[in-house]
């Protein structure tokens, strides 16, 4: 089930330096009816321009000169409160913007030293290029008055890729009038058709963070259907092609790893060093082709994810951290589902270098020890992304060795397969029409060399897909997917495959699903058809249905939860982004939500109702209550039959304060119950104080209460081979404290720390076994059974990741890394504060210490 509590589709969130969500369409006669133009200076040869944010050369003072800045937020259309002055120059290599923020007030400019690509409320220049003139793609350039810099990549015409990162320089200065800035931005830099004419899309924002203000040229309306395809013209360009096309990224890693002495284990090293090198490659194949590549790449300075408990059947999803895969990611997007959290679909790059899938099944016993690698090694990773002929296109490639396990019994020294080498292949095209509306295609492939140690894998798995976004005039579109998937492999993979909890074959009380141990391939099918409003001024709305056939199956390389679905959404939201006297903005959304599976079975029902509010002191407070009724969970036993679930009312709210103050709070609460014993409350404080501008502290706990009156536990054969399905009273308690220190000494150096302790304790009681699955009254449902186990578990954790940045020489940087986890699960199932916080930094750690250094250089 999903519920909406933003925008639909592709909604930015905090645009332009702000947080607040996109707005109403612009009043009558605020937009004019012809594009915005402006005339970039072509500088002579043999002149050049300092970048020092004087603004004294000659070429500013005779380029032509832009004022006309209109008010996007608080209230669009007037004029600006501060005035803004804008010029642009160019030569064979760069592109020059110089902009002059006047203010009468310089000693109330804020500008916070944070590291690069760090949003801080701050006061903010921007510049948007779109050098294919698209309407669609465009390269965000941005600067604070603390010379800090961050940019982004924008695709879809509203979607930000923030991982994107570009050599480029600008300086900026505080005077007496204001503030200045001066951006040189290299053309190897851009993506652009030398022949295709002589004009850019442009456009430029400017956030005065005391005001809360943004002001841009030209106009950006809030309410319209996109973000680039608002932009104007630049225009006087006479460009060649770039003359440097190669970009190459070596870099050297040192690393000591140091885990606790294991005495007796022959494969335990309790210190193991280390050291590797590595090569990224950037090269324009053609000036709207880019080939990016990485050649035995090291993440080691990526954050570790949260720890979490995951007592339902499906997997959990992480988002992507690692910088290779998430430049440029947009271009392979192709959703399969999408509700408030991330989108998940055909590919899913976490895949690639995935912890190997058979070290769990490693043998154990008295004097056996094992060690297999926590992740799979990539040996290298190609990407192909840009445009040919009005076509987006994406090409990805990577490869991963087989990777083996030690395995010590007694004087017996082997080694077992626990991934094969696999290789990995992702084609995205997309045809783009003048009107936002896109007809497109992907495929994937997954190809593993099976051996008898890993016959439980398939040998292959294969995707495909088209989708479309039909824009029907500027408010409406017609969107949805079709996509195909076959996987084939041994009889115990594809057995395997069929029992898995996101098919669930096995099903004794299933017509429309039955296990069959023959088979050597698994095929399946999805789509969605979706009906949107996608801009207007006070009401936006979208309805859509889709299916996932029960042997749909992208998990070798794609996300996918569950198969074995028809659902319907209905989505509608009421705004209203005129200011009045202490309200800023103001949502309203509702949602109606139902699925089914191929058996008809009612999976999910129910619906909900959530309202925003963001104040003229930017504060903002929102809330919701959801209603789900009684449904049917095909996957509660994890294979054996479904059975009715109670329904769950739920109500939830959070308040979010001035983030332009030196102490911001924000907040989370939620509770619900079903009306059977079951309930939940949550509790999510956290603050952030900024004592300095170049230091921010952050605290935050999520406390999390749960009573789940019939938590599955297993299934238990008795002496007669009758099976019983178990169930017990879980009282659940779990905290995380989260805390971030950011310290910046300067733009190009800073030091990160992050840590969390994590405690979840679950206690089972009155156990239960399922006997009346489909009983109305829940009462009948279950009869009370003598289960003999301990499930009960105490699961602490402690993950800490510490960085320090030095971009020595731009593109070129240091990283020393610090990061260290703790973990230790014990079957006690009380939970006890100050005790299992104690245990938590009584566990033996591991640590990693790490040293990488990069070099950039540009051909």
Same mark, same amino acid.
């Given at each position: 089930?999903?519920?909406?509590?933003?925008?639909?589709?592709?909604?930015?969130?905090?645009?332009?330096? %702000?947080?607040?969500?996109?707005?109403a369409?612009?009043?009558?006669?605020a937009?004019?009816?012809?594009?915005?133009?402006?005339e970039?200076?072509?500088?002579?040869?043999?002149?050049?321009?300092?970048?020092?944010?004087?603004?004294?050369?000659?070429?500013?003072?005779?380029?032509?000169?832009? %004022?006309e800045?209109?008010?996007?937020?608080?209230?669009?259309?007037?004029?600006?409160?501060?005035?803004t002055e804008?010029?642009?120059?160019?030569?064979?290599?760069?592109?020059?913007?110089?902009?002059?923020?006047?203010?009468?007030?310089?000693?109330?400019?804020?500008?916070?030293?944070?590291r690069?690509?760090?949003?801080?409320?701050?006061?903010?220049?921007?510049?948007?290029?779109?050098?294919?003139?698209?309407?669609?793609?465009?390269?965000?350039?941005g600067?604070?008055?603390a010379?800090?810099?961050?940019?982004?990549?924008w695709?879809?015409?509203?979607n930000?890729?923030e991982?994107?990162?570009?050599v480029?320089?600008?300086?900026?200065?505080?005077?007496?009038?204001?503030?200045?800035?001066?951006?040189?931005?290299p053309?190897?830099?851009?993506?652009?058709?030398?022949?295709?004419?002589?004009?850019f899309?442009?456009a430029?924002?400017?956030?005065?963070?005391?005001?809360?203000?943004?002001?841009t040229w030209?106009?950006?309306?809030?309410?319209?259907?996109?973000?680039?395809?608002s932009?104007?013209?630049?225009?006087?360009l006479?460009?060649?092609?770039s003359?440097?096309?190669?970009e190459?990224?070596?870099?050297?890693?040192?690393?000591?790893?140091?885990?606790?002495?294991?005495?007796?284990?022959?494969?335990?090293?309790?210190v193991?060093?280390?050291?590797s090198?590595?090569?990224?490659?950037?090269?324009?194949?053609?000036?709207?082709?880019?080939?990016?590549?990485?050649?035995?790449?090291?993440?080691?300075?990526?954050?570790?994810?949260?720890?979490?408990?995951?007592?339902?059947?499906?997997?959990?999803?992480?988002?992507?951290r690692?910088?290779?895969?998430?430049?440029?990611?947009?271009?392979?997007?192709?959703?399969?589902?999408?509700?408030?959290g991330e989108?998940?679909?055909?590919f899913?790059?976490?895949?690639?270098g995935?912890p190997?899938?058979?070290?769990?099944?490693?043998?154990?016993?008295?004097?056996?020890? %094992?060690?297999?690698?926590?992740?799979?090694?990539?040996?290298?990773?190609a990407k192909l992304?840009?445009?040919?002929k009005?076509?987006?296109?994406?090409?990805l490639?990577?490869?991963?060795?087989?990777?083996?396990?030690s395995?010590?019994?007694?004087?017996?020294?082997?080694?077992?397969?626990?991934e094969?080498?696999?290789?990995?292949?992702?084609?995205?095209?997309?045809?783009?029409f003048?009107?936002?509306?896109?007809?497109?295609?992907?495929?994937?492939?997954?190809?593993?060399?099976i051996?008898?140690?890993?016959?439980?894998?398939?040998?292959?798995?294969?995707?495909?897909?088209?989708?479309w976004?039909?824009?029907?005039?500027?408010?409406?579109?017609?969107?949805?997917?079709?996509?195909?998937?076959?996987?084939?492999?041994?009889?115990?993979?594809?057995?395997?495959?069929?029992q898995?909890?996101?098919?669930?074959?096995?099903?004794?009380?299933?017509?429309?699903?039955?296990?069959d141990?023959?088979?050597?391939?698994?095929?399946?099918?999805?789509?969605r058809?979706?009906?949107?409003?996608?801009?207007?001024?006070?009401?936006?709305?979208?309805?859509?249905?889709?299916?996932?056939?029960?042997?749909?199956?992208?998990?070798?390389?794609?996300?996918?939860?569950?198969?074995?679905?028809?659902?319907?959404?209905?989505?509608?939201?009421?705004?209203?982004?005129?200011?009045?006297?202490?309200?800023?903005?103001?949502?309203?959304?509702?949602?109606?939500?139902?699925?089914?599976?191929y058996?008809?079975?009612?999976?999910?029902?129910?619906?909900?109702?959530?309202?925003?509010?963001?104040?003229?002191?930017?504060?903002?407070?929102?809330?919701?209550?959801?209603?789900?009724?009684q449904?049917?969970?095909?996957?509660?036993?994890?294979?054996g039959?479904?059975?009715?679930?109670?329904?769950?009312?739920?109500?939830?709210?959070?308040?979010?304060?001035?983030?332009?103050?030196?102490?911001?709070?924000?907040?989370?609460?939620?509770?619900?119950?079903?009306?059977?014993?079951?309930?939940?409350r949550?509790?999510?404080?956290?603050?952030?104080?900024?004592?300095?501008?170049?230091?921010?502290?952050?605290?935050?706990?999520?406390?999390?209460?749960?009573?789940?009156?019939?938590q599955?536990?297993?299934?238990?054969t008795?002496?007669?081979?009758?099976?019983?399905?178990?169930?017990?009273?879980?009282?659940?308690?779990?905290?995380?404290?989260?805390?971030?220190v950011n310290?910046?000494?300067?733009?190009?150096l800073?030091?990160?720390?992050?840590?969390?302790?994590?405690?979840?304790a679950?206690?089972y009681s009155?156990?239960?076994?399922?006997?009346?699955?489909?009983?109305?009254?829940?009462?009948?449902r279950?009869?009370?059974?003598?289960?003999?186990?301990?499930?009960?578990?105490?699961?602490k954790?402690?993950?800490?990741?510490?960085?320090?940045?030095?971009?020595?020489k731009?593109?070129?940087?240091?990283?020393?890394?610090?990061?260290q986890?703790?973990?230790?699960?014990?079957?006690?199932?009380?939970?006890?504060?100050?005790?299992?916080?104690g245990?938590?930094?009584?566990?033996?750690?591991?640590?990693?210490?790490?040293?990488?250094?990069?070099?950039?250089?540009?051909?």
């Amino acid at each position: 089930m999903t519920y909406r509590i933003a925008e639909a589709g592709a909604v930015v969130m905090a645009l332009l330096g %702000t947080s607040q969500v996109f707005g109403a369409m612009p009043r009558p006669g605020a937009v004019a009816a012809a594009v915005a133009r402006m005339e970039a200076a072509p500088l002579p040869e043999a002149t050049a321009i300092r970048l020092d944010a004087e603004l004294s050369d000659r070429a500013w003072q005779t380029a032509p000169v832009t %004022t006309e800045f209109v008010q996007r937020e608080p209230r669009e259309g007037a004029a600006p409160t501060l005035k803004t002055e804008l010029r642009v120059a160019y030569d064979r290599s760069n592109l020059y913007v110089a902009i002059r923020a006047f203010d009468p007030e310089p000693s109330r400019i804020v500008g916070h030293l944070t590291r690069r690509d760090v949003w801080s409320p701050s006061d903010w220049l921007r510049v948007f290029i779109d050098s294919y003139h698209d309407r669609r793609t465009a390269y965000e350039f941005g600067v604070n008055p603390a010379g800090v810099k961050q940019d982004k990549y924008w695709f879809n015409d509203g979607n930000q890729d923030e991982s994107w990162d570009a050599v480029w320089d600008v300086a900026v200065a505080i005077d007496g009038e204001g503030w200045r800035a001066e951006f040189r931005v290299p053309l190897s830099q851009l993506r652009f058709n030398p022949n295709a004419g002589d004009t850019f899309g442009f456009a430029v924002t400017r956030y005065v963070a005391r005001f809360n203000e943004t002001a841009t040229w030209p106009l950006l309306p809030r309410g319209a259907s996109g973000f680039v395809s608002s932009f104007g013209e630049l225009g006087g360009l006479s460009l060649g092609r770039s003359t440097k096309r190669l970009e190459l990224l070596p870099y050297g890693v040192a690393e000591v790893k140091t885990s606790p002495r294991d005495e007796g284990n022959p494969l335990a090293d309790a210190v193991n060093p280390s050291g590797s090198m590595g090569l990224d490659l950037k090269f324009a194949v053609t000036p709207g082709l880019t080939l990016t590549s990485t050649i035995n790449p090291d993440f080691g300075q990526v954050e570790a994810d949260p720890a979490v408990v995951n007592l339902t059947a499906f997997e959990t999803f992480f988002s992507e951290r690692r910088p290779f895969f998430v430049e440029g990611s947009g271009v392979f997007r192709f959703d399969v589902d999408c509700g408030d959290g991330e989108c998940t679909g055909l590919f899913y790059s976490r895949r690639i270098g995935r912890p190997p899938q058979g070290a769990g099944d490693l043998p154990s016993g008295d004097g056996i020890f %094992t060690a297999a690698p926590t992740q799979s090694t990539i040996v290298g990773a190609a990407k192909l992304t840009g445009r040919v002929k009005g076509f987006s296109v994406g090409a990805l490639y990577a490869v991963t060795p087989e990777e083996r396990a030690s395995i010590v019994a007694g004087s017996l020294r082997t080694t077992a397969v626990v991934e094969p080498a696999t290789s990995y292949s992702v084609v995205r095209a997309r045809k783009e029409f003048r009107d936002q509306s896109s007809v497109g295609f992907m495929t994937t492939a997954t190809n593993r060399q099976i051996s008898s140690d890993v016959q439980f894998l398939p040998g292959s798995a294969y995707t495909g897909g088209i989708d479309w976004d039909w824009r029907l005039g500027r408010r409406y579109s017609l969107g949805g997917y079709w996509a195909g998937s076959t996987v084939r492999g041994d009889v115990e993979a594809v057995s395997r495959l069929q029992q898995n909890n996101r098919h669930s074959f096995q099903r004794p009380d299933a017509s429309h699903v039955e296990l069959d141990p023959t088979r050597t391939s698994l095929d399946g099918h999805s789509g969605r058809l979706a009906f949107s409003k996608i801009a207007g001024e006070r009401v936006r709305f979208n309805s859509n249905i889709g299916f996932k056939s029960p042997g749909y199956e992208i998990n070798d390389l794609g996300f996918l939860r569950r198969a074995d679905e028809r659902t319907v959404n209905n989505w509608i939201q009421f705004r209203d982004n005129t200011p009045s006297k202490h309200v800023r903005t103001f949502i309203l959304n509702l949602n109606q939500y139902a699925g089914w599976n191929y058996g008809g079975d009612l999976l999910w029902s129910g619906g909900n109702v959530n309202a925003h509010a963001t104040f003229t002191n930017n504060w903002r407070i929102g809330g919701g209550y959801n209603l789900n009724h009684q449904e049917f969970d095909d996957r509660l036993t994890r294979g054996g039959p479904g059975g009715l679930t109670a329904g769950y009312r739920t109500v939830w709210t959070y308040v979010n304060g001035d983030d332009r103050q030196p102490v911001v709070f924000n907040g989370f609460l939620g509770f619900g119950s079903d009306g059977h014993g079951s309930s939940f409350r949550e509790l999510g404080p956290y603050v952030t104080v900024r004592p300095k501008s170049f230091l921010s502290l952050s605290a935050g706990i999520r406390f999390d209460r749960r009573l789940q009156d019939s938590q599955w536990v297993e299934a238990v054969t008795d002496a007669d081979g009758g099976t019983h399905y178990a169930f017990g009273r879980l009282d659940q308690t779990t905290v995380a404290f989260t805390g971030r220190v950011n310290y910046t000494i300067l733009p190009t150096l800073s030091i990160q720390v992050y840590a969390e302790p994590f405690v979840s304790a679950g206690d089972y009681s009155k156990f239960k076994e399922l006997v009346q699955p489909r009983a109305r009254r829940y009462e009948d449902r279950y009869a009370t059974f003598g289960y003999g186990g301990n499930p009960d578990f105490n699961y602490k954790s402690f993950r800490t990741t510490n960085v320090l940045r030095w971009e020595y020489k731009p593109g070129s940087a240091l990283f020393i890394v610090w990061q260290q986890a703790r973990e230790d699960t014990v079957d006690r199932g009380d939970f006890r504060f100050g005790h299992d916080f104690g245990d938590v930094f009584g566990v033996a750690g591991t640590n990693v210490f790490l040293v990488k250094l990069s070099y950039w250089l540009n051909y």
